[in-house]
């Protein structure tokens, strides 16, 4: 069964050949190639625009349909040498990040003599150290990148401020627009921006006509509609920034209060926000659809001026400008107030939280895409690897460039031996930098798929039959290693730092703060048992639950609440279903044992 849906404008560029300018039901997207349709069944993400539409597949591939006033256009593949792991189309440009952290961008402003070709971008910025980047986002006319440093720049036009600089020249390489940055929000459509450091502030600049920065009626009274610099936002919702999504008049926030339920907050243009009026600060969008204390919102998107939403209980909730069919409701009315829609039956025996959204300009997408099959440690090990703060082992490239990594990571990694690390010098010295850069993230990942030829030249220096789980195990257990200490609760523990970053945001940040002191101490302030502690530790390490701890549903209750506060990376395996699994088990081998012994007792 199609693992996509799709409804709303048909053309510029048309998408589905022999269906209608305008779909008003939802209808299932099929590719025209075989091959394709294969891929179609491993979708990982879409992206869409009036500049065209990109799909992207798990297996790294993407195909483009670019905007033609042909009456239908055959997808092409993407050429890019590199493993793709997202895109980003605006409406005047799109972006490819790749797996090694580079950044492939086009439009004609971008490369003028030939604006249908990629060029590397990302190998523009002017610090080489910041050359690694980690998410893309596009605006209307500009790119965004953040780096593994956690820096943000931008590119491209900056006629309305939304590179943060007072001018309207349009900037041809990356530009430093703030530093201790933690995401990235513009929308396809949008001629703004907003910035969240690592301390939940806000920042944003760019157009701001109908109050869609949320900086407050006053701003737009004194100031002219156009946002300069970065501004911090003052009044933001209590909670935490899980996302935020941009149209072109209106933007909607979407937060995560203390009892993990989650909200949505507009701001902007009044027709696509509900209120009635325009609205210049963030102000909670409220519905009996989304209200239920056990429905939960799982995804929403956000398009040129419409907006969908999915819920935990598979509610598909819909509002906004319906002029092309792309709130799926089989007619053209716009809606002013949410709706659900029905939708046919997609997979729906699987997880909802694997069905997501995306909102082109004028259409939408509802797909299937559930989590990576690789585990939570060699993702992590990998962005590990990208980040630069923590390197204090350096080698160069047969051009004489630096490529830095973790003396702890290759100490084990290379059979705990000097003469490895000296072989892999000797290695690296001969390869270029994007073959270095492969070869340390099969190192650090024991992934042989993402350069096999070059993994052959590495086998022989790596513990390549060692799972990542197990190399992390033995760093973990090793005493000598646990070089920084955690003090919760009147006791001390011990850990290795490098793996603490590694695994939670929360603790990356912590170090950060206190590097400048040197300390090898942080407080944790979290309200976890110690029990609780230990079983989340033990996780961090091992991706298991430890053998020997009985799991009640307070630690379930406590660790839902941790996983939070820690910021853990949640994709697979999820520790919440492990504690479930293996407390739904405990009572079942209690109940047998109670059973039995009630037997015996029968017998005698």
């Known amino acids: 069964m199609n693992d996509c849906l799709f409804f709303g404008s048909n053309e510029y560029p048309k998408l589905i050949k022999n269906e209608p300018k305008i779909i008003t039901k939802p209808i299932q997207f099929k590719f025209e190639n075989e091959n394709e349709n294969e891929n179609e069944k491993q979708i990982k993400q879409i992206s869409s625009s009036n500049f065209s539409t990109i799909f992207l597949f798990k297996n790294g591939k993407a195909i483009e349909y670019l905007n033609e006033r042909d009456s239908y256009q055959n997808p092409e593949e993407i050429q890019i040498e590199e493993n793709i792991q997202k895109v980003t189309v605006g409406e005047q440009n799109e972006a490819i990040l790749t797996k090694e952290g580079n950044v492939f961008a086009k439009r004609e402003d971008i490369n003028p003599k030939n604006p249908n070709e990629f060029i590397n971008i990302s190998s523009l910025i002017k610090n080489k150290k910041d050359r690694i980047i980690e998410d893309i986002v596009s605006g209307f006319s500009s790119i965004y990148l953040l780096t593994s440093n956690q820096n943000a720049y931008g590119i491209g036009d900056n006629y309305y401020g939304q590179l943060g600089i007072n001018t309207r020249i349009y900037e041809r390489k990356p530009i430093l627009m703030m530093k201790n940055v933690s995401k990235i929000f513009s929308g396809n459509t949008s001629l703004y921006v907003f910035l969240l450091n690592s301390n939940q502030e806000l920042f944003t600049c760019g157009y701001n006509g109908y109050g869609q920065l949320g900086l407050g009626k006053s701003i737009i009274e004194e100031e002219e509609e156009e946002i300069k610099k970065l501004t911090k936002i003052q009044n933001i919702p209590k909670g935490k920034i899980i996302d935020i999504q941009c149209g072109s008049w209106h933007s909607v926030m979407l937060i995560e209060n203390e009892e993990n339920k989650r909200k949505l907050y507009s701001c902007g243009y009044w027709k696509y926000n509900l209120f009635g009026k325009d609205t210049y600060e963030f102000t909670e969008i409220k519905s009996s659809l989304f209200e239920n204390d056990d429905d939960n919102i799982i995804d929403f998107s956000v398009g040129n001026e419409h907006t969908l939403i999915l819920t935990s209980k598979g509610k598909f909730i819909v509002f906004g400008n319906n002029r092309y069919g792309q709130l799926g409701t089989e007619d053209t009315n716009d809606q002013l107030i949410p709706i659900q829609i029905e939708l046919p039956k997609l997979r729906f025996n699987e997880d909802i939280s694997n069905y997501h ?31 630069k703060e923590f390197c204090d082992i350096s080698f160069k490239t047969e051009n004489g460039e630096i490529i830095e990594a973790h003396k702890l990571i290759l100490k084990y990694r290379l059979n705990q031996n000097q003469n490895q690390i000296e072989k892999l010098k000797e290695i690296i010295s001969k390869k270029s930098i994007k073959e270095s850069n492969q070869i340390f993230e099969m190192i650090y990942s024991n992934n042989s798929k993402i350069n096999p030829k070059l993994y052959s030249e590495i086998k022989e220096i790596i513990n390549s039959n060692e799972r990542i789980e197990e190399t992390i195990k033995r760093i973990y257990l090793n005493e000598n290693e646990k070089d920084f200490i955690i003090e919760r609760k009147e006791k001390q523990y011990k850990f290795p730092k490098l793996i603490l970053i590694m695994r939670s945001e929360l603790y990356r940040g912590m170090f950060l703060s ?18 609780s502690f230990q079983i989340f530790e033990y996780w961090i390490y091992s991706n298991q639950i430890k053998d020997g701890i009985e799991i009640t549903q307070e630690i379930i209750d406590e660790i839902q609440i941790g996983i939070d506060y820690f910021q853990l990376n949640q994709t697979n395996p999820n520790l919440i279903d492990l504690l479930i699994k293996k407390f739904n088990n405990q009572n079942y081998i209690n109940k047998e044992e109670k059973k039995e012994k009630k037997e015996k007792c029968l017998i005698f």
């Open 357 to 387: 959204i995306s909102c082109g300009f004028n259409n939408s997408f509802l797909y299937y895409s559930p989590f990576s099959s690789f585990s939570n440690l060699e993702e992590d090990l990998i962005k590990l690897f990208r980040r």
């Open 514 to 531: 206190v590097t400048e002191d040197k300390s090898n101490k942080v407080t944790d302030y979290s309200e976890l048992s110690n029990k």
